[in-house]
């Protein structure tokens, strides 16, 4: 292994999600292992600007891997966009002896380390960490397993509310443009129907659903919405909608927010951020740059930066095909 790197900066940047921390953790301690220095770059790339750095041995990671969000905090900074931001940044890496960088965060956050790194030829090795999973050459980011299952505990304890009361509950859960959270949450906790972003259904066969799952005997549904969902209207929306045309159902919204984004990693999250910060470190050890690690096929592999930025991350379309046989 070439020790070329001698100094690894690590940030987490965007949407902060569960599993950030176990990653940081693994990230310092890899650096620990093979004898090089680390720094943690406090509030994402508008720290790197500021300066914003602490020297991070195996010790300061103690007992975070257990923790949701991100001690070393995150931020969209907007003065990044900006080539003065970025040469700021770039001198303070310099002048700190940081000479790789390992990004934490998601597509908005990989789009700054690619620009970064055309214009300064700087080694940055990404680690996908967005509850939305929407990030290409991945089939699972940090936080989405433990947003799954987050999701799903309160579906099931809606549920309780809606067979009690015979209601129709709307719930909208978080995926401003992917549907993945909406459709694996949706299947899980048993939703009558699942809108997303990647496909219109179409407020017809939603009406026409929601009638033949009364005509069939049940008296209560669920129904789940992705924030970004394609037939446009948000779930109040889509309320007084199925009001309007079905009075006989008595719905409710419940829009479960950033409570998704919070909480303990789970055991997936941990092993895959663990996975992720040493294939990163040793990445960089290896003199490459300009990828992104991700799990395929549960293996550790590295795509290019760029194809993660640009390629789109896909539902499994087949899902849609399952939700709907074991929904009736
Ligand atoms: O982390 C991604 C995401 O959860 C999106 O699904 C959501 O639209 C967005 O973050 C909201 O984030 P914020 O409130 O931090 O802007």
Redesign the pocket.
């Known amino acids: 292994m070439s020790t070329k790197v001698k100094k690894i900066g690590v940030l987490t940047s965007?949407?902060d999600?569960p599993g950030m921390n176990a990653a940081i953790r693994a990230v310092v301690r890899t650096c620990a292992f093979h004898n090089i220095e680390c720094a943690g770059i406090y509030r994402g790339y508008q720290g790197m600007i500021e300066g914003d750095f602490k020297e991070m041995g195996a010790r300061s990671v103690n007992n975070i891997i257990n923790k949701g969000g991100t001690i070393l905090k995150s931020a969209r900074s907007m003065e990044f966009m900006t080539p003065e931001g970025r040469k700021k940044a770039h001198e303070n890496l310099v002048k700190n002896g940081i000479d790789g960088l390992v990004v934490i965060g998601?597509n908005g956050s990989f789009s700054g380390a690619l620009l970064f790194n055309q214009e300064f030829n700087f080694p940055v090795i990404g680690i996908p960490g967005?509850?939305?999973n929407d990030i290409y050459g991945t089939s699972h980011t940090l936080g989405y397993d433990t947003a799954l299952n987050t999701v799903v505990e309160v579906i099931d304890k809606i549920r309780d509310t809606a067979s009690s009361h015979n209601r129709l509950f709307f719930i909208e859960v978080?995926?401003?443009d992917a549907g993945h959270i909406a459709l694996n949450a949706g299947i899980g906790a048993g939703a009558e129907e699942i809108l997303i972003p990647e496909e219109d259904m179409g407020l017809d066969r939603l009406l026409d659903s929601l009638r033949k799952s009364k005509a069939s005997g049940k008296s209560s549904s669920i129904v789940v919405i992705a924030?970004g969902d394609k037939i446009g209207k948000n779930a109040f929306e889509l309320k007084d909608y199925v009001e309007e045309n079905m009075p006989e159902y008595d719905v409710r919204v419940s829009i479960l927010g950033?409570m998704?984004?919070g909480g303990s990693p789970s055991c997936f999250d941990r092993v895959l951020a663990s996975r992720l910060g040493v294939k990163a470190v040793e990445s960089l050890l290896d003199g490459k740059s300009n990828y992104m690690a991700g799990l395929l096929k549960d293996e550790i592999v590295l795509t290019p930066l760029e194809q993660a930025v640009k390629g789109k991350s896909q539902v499994d379309k087949e899902l849609i095909r399952v939700s709907d046989i074991v929904s009736i």
């Open positions: 965007g949407g999600a998601g967005t509850i939305d978080m995926g401003r924030e950033h998704q984004r």
